[in-house]
C-alpha cells in the first residue's frame, strides 16, 4: 500500500470501528435505559426495533445513491448525522426522543456504512489488496461489537447510560473534518438519474420486512408485494436502481447467502450466550461483557488471517471452511452446565467459533464485490450491509423463539445452540456446492 492509501484505509476502517461499536453499545444498557426514562418492559424492544428499521430500510438504497451522486458526499452526511442523532439520544429526557434519536442514528448507519465500504473498495483494486483491506475491515467491525458491549457496560456503570450516546459525538466532528482532506470523491460519470419507483418499492418492501420479523408478522406479506413489485419495475426500468443482472450472479447471490449464515449464527449466539451467562452462571452486564471479549479477540485474529486463507484456498473455500469452524466449536458448547465450571469451554469455544466466523464475513464480503465494475460497488457494498442488518435483525428473534421452547432456561440454551450449529454446517455445505470456484 501507498502512504495515501494507509491513510484513506486508517480513516476508512475508523468510521466502520465506531459505527460497529454504536450498533452494540445500548446492549446491556437497555434495562438502565429504560428504567431511567420509564419504558415499559413491553415496549423496551423499541430502543432497538427504532434504530434496525432504517438501518435495513434505507441501506440498499443508500449504496445506490452513494454509486449515482457521490460516495464521499453520502459518507460525510451520514457521519453528521450520526452525531445529531447521538446528541439528541444522550440528552433525551422522555422515550419519544431517545426513540428519535436512535432512528436518526440508524438512518445514519445506511447512509454511512455502504458508503464507506464502497470507498474501501474502490480504493484498492480487485486482488490481494482489497482482500486484506476486508480482513482488517471485518476485523475491526467485529471487535467493534464486542468493545461496544464491554464500553456500554463500563459507561453504564461508572458514568451513565447517556455516554453510550454522547462518545459519537467527537468521533462522528473529527472524521468529518479529516475525509474531505484525504478521501477523494467517488462516482459514478456522467449525469445519473435516480430510479424513484425502484427507491420507493425497495424501501418500503424492507421497512415492511424488517417491521414484520421485529413487531408485527402481518407486515412480511406487505413486505414480500412491495419487493416483487420492484422486481417487475426494475425489469422494465431504463435505468433501474438495481440492475437485475447484478443480483443473478452466482458470487453476488451465493456469498450474500454465506454472509446471511454467518451474521445470523453468530450474533444469535451471543445472545445464547449472554443468557447462560446472566440468567444461568448469574454474571452481571459488565463482567457477561468482558466474558465475551474474548469471542472478539477471535474475531480479530480470523480478520487478520483471512487474507491469507483466501489466498490459498480462494471464496468459496475461505467462505465454506469458515462456516464449517464455527459450527463446531459451536457444537462444542452443547457442554456447558449449570456450574461455573463449564465457563473455560465457552471461552475456547466461541474464541474459536470468531475466529471461523471472520473467515467466513471477510470471504463473503469479497466475494459478493468481487467481478463488479466501480461504478456498482455501492450497490454491492449495500446490499452485503443489508444482508448483514437483516441476518441480524432475524437471527437473534428466531433463537429467542427456539430457546423458549426448552424449559429450563440452560436446556432452552442447549436447544437454540444445537439448531444454531445444524444451520451453519448447513449454510457451509450449500456454499461448497454452489459457489463458483472462483
Not at 98 to 112: E, F, K
Not at 297 to 324: C, D, E, K, N
Amino acid at each position: 500500500m501507498t502512504a495515501r492509501q494507509k491513510l484513506v484505509l486508517t480513516l476508512l476502517l475508523g468510521a466502520q470501528f465506531m459505527l460497529a461499536i454504536d450498533f452494540s453499545i445500548l446492549n446491556v444498557a437497555l434495562p438502565v435505559v429504560g428504567e431511567g426514562l420509564g419504558f415499559g418492559l413491553g415496549s423496551l424492544q423499541w430502543i432497538a426495533t427504532a434504530f434496525a428499521l432504517p438501518a435495513a430500510g434505507f441501506t440498499l438504497l443508500s449504496g445506490r445513491v452513494a454509486d449515482l451522486f457521490g460516495r464521499r458526499r453520502m459518507l460525510l452526511a451520514g457521519m453528521a448525522l450520526l452525531a445529531l442523532g447521538s446528541l439528541v439520544g444522550g440528552l433525551a429526557t422522555s422515550p419519544a426522543v431517545l426513540l428519535t434519536g436512535r432512528v436518526m442514528q440508524g438512518l445514519a448507519t445506511a447512509i454511512a456504512t455502504p458508503a464507506a465500504l464502497s470507498l474501501l473498495t474502490t480504493s484498492f483494486r480487485e486482488g490481494p489488496l482489497r482482500t486484506r483491506a476486508l480482513g482488517l475491515s471485518g476485523a475491526l467491525m467485529s471487535a467493534g461489537f464486542t468493545v461496544g458491549a464491554v464500553l456500554g457496560g463500563v459507561l453504564t456503570d461508572l458514568l451513565s447510560w447517556r455516554w453510550a450516546f454522547l462518545v459519537n459525538v467527537p468521533v462522528a466532528v473529527l472524521i468529518l473534518a479529516v475525509t474531505p482532506l484525504v478521501v477523494a470523491e467517488s462516482r459514478a460519470p456522467g449525469r445519473p438519474r435516480l430510479d424513484v419507483p425502484g427507491a420507493v418499492t425497495v424501501t418500503g418492501g424492507l421497512l415492511a420486512l424488517v417491521y414484520g420479523i421485529t413487531v408485527r408478522p402481518w407486515a412480511i406479506a406487505l413486505g414480500a408485494a412491495l419487493l416483487a413489485a420492484f422486481v417487475l419495475i426494475e425489469r422494465r426500468s431504463a435505468a433501474p436502481l438495481v440492475p437485475l443482472k447484478v443480483l443473478s450472479r452466482r458470487t453476488v447471490a451465493w456469498g450474500n447467502l454465506g454472509g446471511f449464515i454467518a451474521f445470523a449464527t453468530e450474533t444469535s449466539l451471543v445472545f445464547l450466550m449472554t443468557l447462560y451467562l446472566q440468567q444461568v452462571l448469574g454474571y452481571s452486564p459488565l463482567a457477561t461483557g468482558l466474558a465475551l471479549g474474548v469471542l472478539g479477540a477471535g474475531t480479530f485474529a480470523g480478520g487478520l488471517a483471512a487474507p491469507r486463507i483466501m489466498a490459498r484456498f480462494g471464496g468459496r473455500g475461505a467462505l465454506a471452511s469458515g462456516l464449517v469452524l464455527q459450527a463446531a466449536a459451536t457444537a462444542a458448547l452443547l457442554g456447558l452446565g449449570a456450574t461455573h465450571g463449564a465457563l473455560p469451554l465457552l471461552l475456547v469455544a466461541t474464541a474459536v467459533g470468531g475466529f471461523g466466523n471472520l473467515v467466513a464475513i471477510v470471504a463473503f464480503m469479497g466475494t459478493a464485490t468481487s467481478g463488479l465494475p466501480d461504478a456498482e460497488q455501492g450497490l454491492a457494498t449495500g446490499l452485503a450491509t443489508l444482508t448483514q442488518q437483516v441476518a441480524i435483525t432475524l437471527g437473534i428473534p428466531v433463537m429467542s423463539a427456539i430457546a423458549t421452547t426448552g424449559g429450563t432456561v440452560l436446556a432452552g440454551v442447549h436447544t437454540a445452540t444445537l439448531a444454531n450449529a445444524a444451520i451453519t454446517l448447513a449454510g457451509a455445505a450449500l456454499v461448497a456446492v454452489l459457489l463458483p470456484r472462483k
